[in-house]
């Protein structure tokens, strides 16, 4: 991350929520000037934070590649054009970790909130998705977001964390 640093992880980390960790780190560090990187580096943190929450889609990843590019050739600084670097580099080395993100809903690390979605029965026979927040189980239906399951009971989220569409 532009120190020359090297960080060793083994296989306990999950390249997707390292890549938000760095993402999260651009953002805040951004100065604001030129739009690309302010606006873009948001953009691709709310797009990871979707994959780690169990709520992307396949159409995500490919926002998320298109940003990477955009951002990394218009930022007007070496921050900016540097802040895709470690989305790419995952991206080019552990795809299969973000594919598993989108489509399986799973971390194979176990770190992510995804993985504490898993679809049991309902009392109504229907499968369901199904999370503690705050100690409390939220269920959502097989057409619901646990988002849009969670905000029904009442919970509320930073704007990041709730989809675009
Ligand atoms: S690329 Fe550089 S100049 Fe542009 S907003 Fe980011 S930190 Fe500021």
Avoid: W
């Avoid at 940003?67 to 470690?86: E, F, I, K, R, Y």
Wanted: net charge negative; glycine share 8%.
């Amino acid at each position: 991350m532009g120190s020359g640093g090297m960080i060793v992880m083994d296989d306990s980390a999950c390249m997707v929520n390292v890549a938000r960790y760095f993402m999260e780190f651009c953002m805040s560090e951004s100065c604001g000037k030129c739009i690309p990187c302010r606006a873009g580096t948001a953009q691709m943190f709310e797009l990871l934070t979707r994959m780690t929450s169990g709520t992307a889609t396949p159409h995500d990843l490919e926002l998320l590649e298109d940003l990477c590019d955009m951002v990394s050739n218009t930022s007007l600084c070496g921050l900016g054009q540097s802040a895709p670097n470690p989305v790419l580099s995952t991206l080019r080395y552990f795809r299969e970790e973000y594919t598993e993100h989108i489509v399986d809903k799973h971390c194979r690390a176990g770190v992510c909130e995804c993985s504490k979605l898993a679809e049991v029965p309902h009392e109504s026979g229907a499968r369901c998705k199904t999370l503690v927040i705050d100690g409390t189980d939220v269920s959502a239906s097989s057409d619901q977001t646990i988002l849009d399951a969670a905000q029904e009971m009442g919970f509320r989220f930073l704007p990041y964390a709730i989809s675009m569409d």
